[in-house]
C-alpha cells in the first residue's frame, strides 16, 4: 500500500502546473477563445462555463504543463461529431501538449464516454497522464479511426501514464481499449474489460484491449472479458477471439514489460508478441483465457519470464517460437507443460495452480487467487531482484508473506501475495 501512495504522490506533484481548469459542466461545447487562459464557452474574456471540452481546446493552446480536474460521479458525454480533427473541436478529445486529465478526490468515478461517435482521447503530442476515471464508448472502426478505441497515443507523444483508470467497452480494428505507438507509456493500477477487437484475426492484427508498437509497461493491472466481436456477427466472417494484448515492432524497438497483473477469462490469447519484441513477464497471471496465455510467434524476440503462472487456458498455455529466445528458468508455473520452462527445481510444469476467478477482493483491480492447498504459495522467487519477484504484488502488498507460517518467507508465484489471515479462502469456483 505505501508504493500506492508513491505512485499517486507523483501523479499529483510531478508536474509544474500552468493552469488548471475544473470542468463545471457535462455539456460537450468547444471553448471559444483558445488561448486566452480561461475555460468558457462562452465568446467573452474571463471564466464561464467549462465543458472537458473547452478545458482540452484551452490546455492545447496554452505553454506548460495544464491541469483538467473532473468532477465526481459526471458523466461527460462527446456529442459533436467530426473524426479526423485533430484540434479536438469535434470527434475525439485531442491533446498536444504536457497535460493531467484527472480525478483526484473522494466520490464515484467521473466517466468520459465517446457514445460510439469517435474514439475518445488522441494524444498526438506531449506528457499526457489520465488519473481516476472511466473511459467508455470509444469507436474506431472506419477509414477515419482505425485505431484505439479508447485511447490512441501516437508515435509523437511523449510520457504517457495511464493510472487508476477504468478502460471498458470500446471497439477498434486496432487496439479496443489502447492503441500505443509512443516510446515511454505506462498502464498503472487499471482495468481493461469488455473492449471488443473488430475484424478479422486472420487478416489484422488485433489487440482487443492494447495493441502496442512502441514501448509499453503494464503493471499493477487486470484484463478480463476482453474479446472479438460478439458471435452474433460471425455469419459476417469476423472473428469472435482475439490477443487481448497484441505487441509488434514498427521500424524501431518494441518492448512489453508487464508486472504485478491478471489476464484471465479474455476471449482468445492474453499475450501475443510478434517478431522482435523485448518481453518481460514478471509476477504475472495469465490463466483462464480461451486460446493461449501466451502466444510468441515469428523471429527475434527476447523473453524473459519470472515469478510467474501461465495455467488453465483453453487451448494451450503457451506457443513459443523456434526464432524467439527465451529465458524462463526463474520460479514459473505452466499447467501443461506448452510454455518450454526450463528444466530444474524452480519451475512448476503440468501442475494446476488452483485459481479461483477474477474478483476484486477488495483490492482496486480483479485478481485470480490460488486456493489455500495451491503450489503456488511460498513457491516463487526467494529474491527481490531484476529477475526475481517484485516487492509487493498487484494490490499493493508487501512481497513475501510466510503464509504457512514454516519459517520462511517466499514470494507466491503468479500477481498476487496471499496473507495468513485469509488461509482458510477456499471458494467452490475455479478457472
Known amino acids: 500500500m505505501k508504493r500506492m501512495l508513491e505512485l499517486l504522490l507523483v501523479f499529483a506533484t510531478a508536474t509544474a502546473k500552468a493552469a488548471t481548469f475544473t470542468v463545471t459542466s457535462t455539456s460537450d461545447l468547444p471553448d471559444l477563445l483558445p488561448g486566452n487562459g480561461f475555460c468558457n464557452v462562452f465568446p467573452q474574456a474571463g471564466p464561464g462555463p467549462c465543458t472537458l471540452r473547452a478545458a482540452v481546446i484551452e490546455a492545447n493552446a496554452l505553454a506548460g504543463a495544464d491541469v483538467i480536474d473532473l ?39 467521473p466517466v468520459v464516454d465517446a457514445a460510439g461517435i469517435d474514439r475518445v482521447f488522441d494524444l498526438i503530442s506531449g506528457n499526457v497522464t489520465l488519473l481516476g476515471f472511466d473511459i467508455i464508448g470509444g469507436e474506431a472502426t472506419d477509414a477515419l479511426a482505425t485505431s484505439g478505441g479508447g485511447v490512441l497515443v501516437r508515435s509523437g507523444a511523449g510520457a504517457v501514464t495511464l493510472s487508476l483508470m477504468r478502460v471498458h467497452g470500446n471497439r477498434a480494428e486496432l487496439g479496443g481499449g489502447l492503441y500505443n505507438a509512443g516510446s515511454d507509456t505506462a498502464v498503472l493500477a487499471s482495468e481493461f474489460y469488455g473492449n471488443i477487437f473488430v475484424g478479422d484475426i486472420n487478416d489484422t492484427p488485433s489487440g482487443s484491449a492494447i495493441r502496442n508498437r512502441g514501448n509499453l509497461v503494464v503493471g499493477y493491472s487486470s484484463f478480463h472479458g476482453n474479446g ?54 514478471s509476477s504475472v497471471t ?40 527465451l529465458d524462463a528458468d526463474r520460479y514459473n508455473l505452466d499447467s501443461d507443460d506448452s510454455c518450454g520452462l526450463a528444466g530444474g527445481s524452480t519451475n512448476r510444469t503440468g501442475v494446476d495452480p488452483q485459481l479461483t476467478p477474477p474478483a476484486r477482493h477488495g483490492g482496486i483491480t480483479m485478481a485470480s487467487w490460488p486456493v489455500t492447498p495451491s503450489i503456488a504459495i511460498d513457491h516463487g522467487h526467494p529474491l527481490f531482484t531484476a529477475t526475481g519477484c517484485e516487492g509487493d504484488d498487484q494490490q499493493f502488498a508487501d512481497r513475501p508473506v510466510d503464509f504457512d507460517g514454516d519459517g ?17 479462502f477456499d471458494p467452490f469456483d475455479r478457472l
Open 71 to 109: 468532477a465526481a460521479g459526471a458523466h461527460y458525454t462527446l456529442g459533436i461529431e467530426g473524426a479526423g480533427e485533430d484540434g479536438g473541436f469535434s470527434g475525439d478529445l485531442d491533446i498536444s501538449g504536457d497535460l493531467q486529465v484527472r480525478f483526484f478526490a473522494s466520490g464515484e468515478r
Open 228 to 281: 472479438g466481436v460478439p458471435p452474433v456477427f460471425a455469419v459476417q466472417g469476423l472473428s469472435s477471439s482475439a490477443n487481448t494484448i497484441d505487441s509488434e515492432p514498427v521500424g524501431a524497438a518494441n518492448s512489453l514489460r508487464v508486472f504485478n497483473t491478471t489476464m484471465a477469462r479474455n476471449s482468445g490469447n492474453a499475450i501475443n508478441t510478434e517478431g522482435a519484441v523485448e518481453l518481460d513477464l
Open 286 to 325: 495469465l490463466a483462464g483465457n480461451s486460446v493461449r496465455g501466451l502466444r510468441i510467434a515469428g523471429d527475434g524476440a527476447a523473453a524473459l519470464i519470472h515469478n510467474s503462472i501461465i495455467a488453465r487456458n483453453a487451448f494451450a498455455d503457451c506457443f513459443v517460437s523456434e526464432g524467439a529466445d
Open 408 to 424: 520462511a518467507a517466499l514470494c507466491d508465484i503468479g500477481a498476487v501475495e496471499m496473507d495468513s489471515d485469509v488461509i482458510f
